[in-house]
């Protein structure tokens, strides 16, 4: 079975702080994709990464980066010099992929952040 | 507009009452989802489906009826709903790639 595991419930940090979002999965599968989502205060869900089981490299947009390792099965997120925007509920996500290219997400839990002027 | 829209946003209803939760998308996506979003335990997906006339169950299915007449609509009907059902309910549709979610449906059963 599949499992995501975000052990922080909730993190406070000042703006300027960087901060890093952790994330564990569980999963059989040799092919999955993990995923970020942000959900801001508004309720929306929105999408912020998708990286595959093959690609363990290291991205960054602006202030974002992402850090995949396969041998400790995690997928942390760290925000630098954080801002009151990045204010939200993050949630990561795992899914194997199908012969039909169907991907069903397993979500965990969530990790609200709040950052304080 | 192209996207993914829910309706209605926000509903109130009373124990044993059907419900009818609609989903829109205007992107001619393959698959659908339905997740419904409790504290404590993220989003749990309910029913998806690959196509027209195609719905499985996901994890949380009991309680609830999809159905999928139309590639871009895929209502959830909570046929007698009951207070665990109190929710945030998330509509989902992808391609082959990542989901991308509506607005919810903040839905409250007393």
């Known amino acids: 079975a599949q499992k995501v595991t975000q052990a922080q419930t909730e993190i406070s940090v000042v703006e300027k702080e960087d901060v890093t979002l952790d994330c564990v999965y569980e999963?059989?599968?040799?092919?999955?994709?993990l995923f970020w989502y942000k959900q801001p205060p508004s309720g929306e869900l929105v999408f912020l990464i998708r990286r595959n089981s093959f690609d363990e490299q290291n991205e960054i947009s602006g202030r974002y980066s992402w850090n995949f390792q396969k041998s400790t099965s995690s997928f942390n997120f760290t925000i630098t010099a954080s801002q009151v925007v990045d204010s939200a509920v993050y949630f990561c996500?795992?899914?194997?992929?199908?012969?039909?290219?169907?991907?069903?997400?397993?979500f965990g839990t969530g990790t609200r952040l709040l950052v304080s002027p | 507009d192209a996207g993914i829209t829910q309706s209605p946003r926000y509903k109130i209803t009373e124990t044993g009452r059907q419900v009818t939760l609609m989903c829109h998308q205007t992107?001619?996506?393959?698959?659908m989802f339905w997740y419904r979003q409790d504290l404590g335990h993220g989003l749990r997906l309910i029913y998806y489906?690959?196509?027209?006339?195609?719905?499985d169950k996901g994890e949380v299915p009991d309680g609830y009826v999809v159905s999928r007449s139309k590639t871009e609509n895929f209502p959830l009907t909570l046929e007698s709903a009951t207070r665990s059902q109190t929710s945030v309910y998330f509509c989902a549709s992808s391609g082959t790639g990542e989901q991308f979610f509506g607005p919810g449906t903040r839905l409250t059963v007393l």
């Open positions: 999963t059989r599968d040799t092919t999955y994709y």
């Open positions: 996500a795992l899914s194997g992929v199908m012969n039909t290219g169907f991907q069903k997400l397993v």
């Open positions: 489906s690959a196509a027209a006339d195609i719905t």
């Open positions: 992107w001619s996506h393959s698959y």
